[in-house]
């Protein structure tokens, strides 16, 4: 291990020495400017007003992919018009072979990775740091995000008020007409406005990626830094302060052994923006009935699993709470509000009332959000607090803190941190690299508090030809964050990654290879600095094609020590010891956007003191642009001593988009674990901008000989929105 970790300033040197080029990617005009009219446009996909014909027009798009700085194959221009109330977009994507055009989804907040679109970034603080993604494809489907710290931050669960139409002409492409209320944005005062501004064309079938400003493939699209700007605003509206999300929900529950019981809840956020850059928010009777069900997993390790987020409240904003102390170890992890006991046998806790205020004052971001749950069995009423702040220092770097406490009648729980962090995306001119350090204490009733303590530091460096990772983090045995997660404790952890993607244009159909000649993680105790888990993977070799195909293969060796048997898997233990193995991994998978798709992964090999084969298996049917299968299946047979053990997970969907505004799913999902199927079934709907009513049906089946229904839900959720 020393001798890696001494040999790491050659692999440095090789990386700044290799891709020490400069590269221009800014083309003129690197401004657009804005055309005021006084009427209204009709956002139908045509761009027939003769306004559109007055405005300023952008055409100069540049190749991220396949060839960098090239011009686009395929001609795209972006006009953009406003007046006192929308910001109007208005693209035209010509296409010489517009029977190709690849869109596969058509509801609202689709994944776009693999189908042709639009995507524009707006910045109106032109801070080089904070943005908004929209994002439209030729089926009319939209999406939209919240970027943040020039791209480090990305949050797709955030919902903007806008709409966008698309029209397709089979001769010529398809354009698409946008119209952005200034109410959806948050922009400062004054008369005159300078915004960032970004676009980016994916044309799929191509594989080509074009920009019009900052297409360096070591960038992406949410570097807001690399940005052009938009000009030419003037005297538009202040955004509304204030908006109110009433909601009810109704329904019943059907419980095994117990008797139907009806559900009927009201309750609502309201929302006050107390500037341009900082909104309050309050919540009462916090429902998530409308959330799709967690995805159940066999845990075949001795360490707890982590399940995402997927609660509304809790993911605007998120991405300004989370605090780095390296992977597994979170200092505020929202699931611990409203969900109790562990993350494989979770149960819901009433939210009474909570509180947020998320925004930014000057260069100063803050986060606060308190929340009150109500006593349940033998659980007290808690109170979730954290505070999060981050003051942004020189282009792309902060310093900042964050608190967290969970308190009720019986015990407190309190944590402090500090941390920095440093980026730039000028390194050699034109390349990118991170550096940071963070420092946490717990604190926690009728404890030694010490000692409670927790930090991480690392240097990466991430760029299209190699990426460079080494970090180093400790959280010893005390370290108790209950506002929280942790995957372990007492334990010092290095890491370090080397991966080269070199482009060699003679290998016809080739987009690039992958080259990974380390990526390890090295666990010592804390507390007596023995070796405890070592995992290292070697790629000798990935290949990504140009029709978006991809192989891979890996080889991999662990280590684990533990001083306790632990239970693998329906009572079958594996003892106590010390454990080296190795094993072998290939990968296949193909470009999503096709009609049908397909992902295969199998590993094999060595499996603590027996033999272990890993399968993995995912396909798509992409039958219409409004019509979409997939199912997944993974299989582990292990072979111990004692016994032979096989593991299945099942999962599948089916989606249904009528429209953008009006689209169903049904999610089935069933392991041998459990033994039991679980099926939510959901329609959206989407009858306003801003307003939803959703008709959800979760149903559970015991599968343990002849099938029986063990639990029905229904319910149905109307929120509407409004605002002044």
């Not at 991220?64 to 007046?83: D, M, S």
Request: with cysteine.
């Amino acid at each position: 291990m020393s001798k890696i970790l001494n040999k790491c300033p050659l692999f440095l040197g090789f990386i700044f020495l290799s891709t020490s080029f400069i590269f221009a990617q800014k083309s003129q005009p690197s401004t657009l400017k804005a055309l005021r009219i006084s009427e209204a446009i009709i956002v139908d996909g045509d761009l027939d007003e003769e306004a559109w014909d007055e405005a300023d027009e952008i055409s100069n798009f540049k190749q991220r992919e396949l060839n960098e700085g090239k011009p686009a194959t395929e001609e795209t221009n972006v006009k953009i018009l406003y007046n006192g109330e929308y910001l109007y977009i208005g693209v035209e994507a010509n296409d010489s072979e517009a029977d190709k055009i690849t869109a596969t989804a058509s509801k609202r907040d689709f994944n776009w990775g693999s189908d042709d679109n639009i995507e524009i970034i707006l910045g109106p603080f032109n801070n080089n740091r904070d943005a908004y993604l929209f994002v439209v494809n030729p089926n009319n489907a939209i999406a939209d995000a919240i970027v943040t710290d020039d791209g480090k931050g990305f949050n797709k669960d955030w919902n903007g008020v806008w709409e966008a139409k698309v029209a397709i002409d089979e001769d010529e492409g398809w354009e698409a007409e946008i119209a952005i209320p200034f109410s959806t944005l948050k922009f400062p005062g004054g008369n005159e406005q300078v915004w960032a501004l970004n676009i980016e064309r994916n044309i799929r079938r191509k594989n080509e990626q074009v920009l019009w400003q900052g297409w360096s493939r070591d960038y992406n699209l949410e570097n807001i830094s690399q940005a052009g700007k938009l000009i030419g605003l003037s005297a538009i509206s202040t955004v509304k302060s204030w908006e109110f999300k009433p909601y009810v929900t109704a329904g019943f529950a059907d419980e095994k052994a117990q008797r139907v019981k009806g559900k009927f809840r009201v309750g609502g956020d309201i929302n006050y923006l107390i500037s341009p850059k900082m909104k309050l928010n309050f919540t009462v009777n916090t429902d998530f009935s409308q959330v799709e069900s967690d995805r159940e997993q066999i845990n075949l390790s001795r360490f707890s699993l982590l399940f995402p987020e997927k609660r509304d409240f809790f993911l605007e904003g998120k991405k300004l709470f989370e605090f780095n102390l390296g992977d597994g170890a979170q200092t505020f992890y929202s699931r611990r509000i409203g969900l109790t006991g562990d993350e494989e046998e979770r149960k819901e806790v009433p939210i009474i009332a909570g509180a947020r205020l998320v925004g930014k004052t000057a260069k100063t971001n803050i986060g606060l959000m308190s929340m009150q749950t109500s006593a349940q069995d033998s659980l007290p009423s808690t109170n979730f607090s954290v505070l999060r702040v981050k003051q942004e220092i020189w282009q792309q770097s902060d310093i900042g803190f964050i608190m967290t406490s969970r308190y009720d009648n019986e015990n407190y729980n309190f944590l402090y941190g500090i941390d920095f962090n440093y980026a730039t995306s000028q390194l050699f001119d034109d390349k990118n690299l991170k550096m940071g350090l963070a420092f946490s204490q717990s604190s926690t009733e009728n404890k030694n508090n010490k000692s409670a303590l927790g930090y991480n530091a690392y240097i990466e460096y991430p760029n299209d030809f190699a990426e460079f990772y080494l970090g180093t983090s400790r959280i010893s045995k005390e370290f108790n964050p209950r506002v929280g997660f942790l995957q372990r404790k007492n334990y010092k952890l290095i890491s370090a990654l080397l991966q080269l993607n070199p482009r060699p244009g003679f290998l016809p159909y080739v987009k690039n290879l992958e080259f990974i000649p380390f990526d390890l993680q090295y666990y010592l105790t804390d507390d007596n600095n023995e070796l405890e888990s070592f995992e290292y993977e070697l790629r000798p070799l990935a290949v990504e094609f140009r029709s978006g195909d991809l192989i891979e293969f890996n080889i991999q060796r662990f280590f684990e020590r533990f001083d306790t048997p632990f239970e693998l898997f329906d009572e079958q233990f594996i003892p106590q010891g010390e454990y080296w193995f190795s094993r072998y991994e290939i990968g296949i998978e193909t470009f999503e956007g096709r009609a049908l798709f397909a992902e295969a992964q199998m590993s094999w090999g060595d499996y603590y003191s027996g033999k272990g084969k890993e399968i993995e298996a995912i396909a798509g049917l992409n039958i219409t642009s409004q019509f979409n299968l997939s199912a997944d299946w993974e299989r582990n047979i292990i072979h111990l001593r004692a016994k032979s053990i096989t593991t299945d997970e099942f999962g599948s969907r089916i989606e249904y988009a009528l429209n953008p505004q009006l689209y169903s799913s049904l999610f089935a999902q069933w392991n041998n674990e459990d033994d039991e199927a679980l099926l939510n079934f959901r329609i959206t709907w989407l009858p306003r901008s801003g307003s939803y009513f959703y008709f959800v049906v979760n149903q559970e089946f015991n599968t343990d000989g002849l099938l029986a229904v063990t639990n029905t839900t229904v319910l149905s959720k109307l929120t509407w929105f409004f605002n002044y």
